[in-house]
Antibody, heavy 117, light 110 residues
Framework: QVQLVQSGAEVKTPGASVIISCKASGYTFTGSSMQWVRQAPGQGLEWMGR????????NYAQNFQGRVTMTWDTSITTAYMELSRLTSDDSAVYYC??????????WGQGTLVTVSS | QSALTQPPSASGSPGQSVTISCTGSSSDVGGYNYVSWYQQHPGKAPKVMIYEVSKRPSGVPDRFSGSKSANTASLTVSGLQAEDEADYYC??????????FGGGTKLTVL
């Protein structure tokens, strides 16, 4: 069965960077793009970007351009999302999600990132 | 990309129907038949309920249906049940490998 397992919670200080991993299993990793979505406390879902493990291409939401980098390692079927220059506004739960037929059909369990001095 | 517009809240009694709207533009909702809807219970990851405007993934009850007219998509939940109480989000493909979400609607079953 399809599973996306994310890395654990992180606590970061302002200005730092965070890297979140998303280990995929149960499907052909290069067959679907991986999306990243975040949700601040009590707020809605925000699309951050996507990476296509097949082509290596990545697309980012305008709000995160210059601060986010999405990569993957096909050998271990793991996607990564790095967000830099963190502020308190980046405190949120970050999700990876598989994209299929233009929808997000499987989601990771979420990774809580807390940015605090 | 601007977020899609959803009503912040909706409600209905058990057995009733409720419809949640999702308004975008010709650059997203109106331009593609790639609207999807997600249900999220507190503390849980979202779950896809509708994709490609009106298609239901396997396992999603047929009480959930989707439609679209011009720049507005809609999710209808018929025969409301207590377990339908959750937050609902719409999402649309916006071209150039980009997506956008709605602000979310809190559905209360009275």
């Amino acid at each position: 069965q399809v599973q996306l397992v994310q890395s654990g919670a992180e606590v970061k200080t302002p200005g730092a960077s965070v890297i979140i991993s998303c280990k995929a299993s149960g499907y052909t990793f290069t067959g679907s793009s991986m999306q990243w979505v975040r949700q601040a406390p009590g707020q809605g879902l925000e699309w951050m970007g996507r990476i296509d493990p097949n082509s290596g291409g990545a697309n980012y939401a305008q709000n995160f351009q210059g601060r986010v980098t999405m990569t993957w390692d096909t050998s271990i079927t793991t996607a990564y999302m790095e967000l830099s220059r963190l502020t308190s506004d980046d405190s949120a739960v970050y999700y990876c999600a598989r994209n299929l037929r233009y929808a997000f059909d499987y989601w990771g369990q979420g990774t809580l990132v807390t940015v605090s001095s | 990309q601007s977020a899609l517009t959803q009503p912040p809240s909706a409600s209905g009694s058990p057995g009733q129907s409720v419809t949640i709207s999702c308004t975008g533009s010709s650059s997203d909702v109106g331009g593609y038949n790639y609207v999807s809807w997600y249900q999220q219970h507190p503390g849980k990851a979202p779950k896809v309920m509708i994709y490609e405007v009106s298609k239901r993934p396997s396992g999603v009850p047929d009480r959930f249906s989707g439609s679209k007219s011009a720049n507005t998509a809609s999710l209808t939940v018929s025969g409301l049940q207590a377990e339908d109480e959750a937050d609902y989000y719409c999402s649309s493909y916006a071209g150039s490998n980009k997506w956008v979400f709605g602000g979310g609607t809190k559905l209360t079953v009275l």
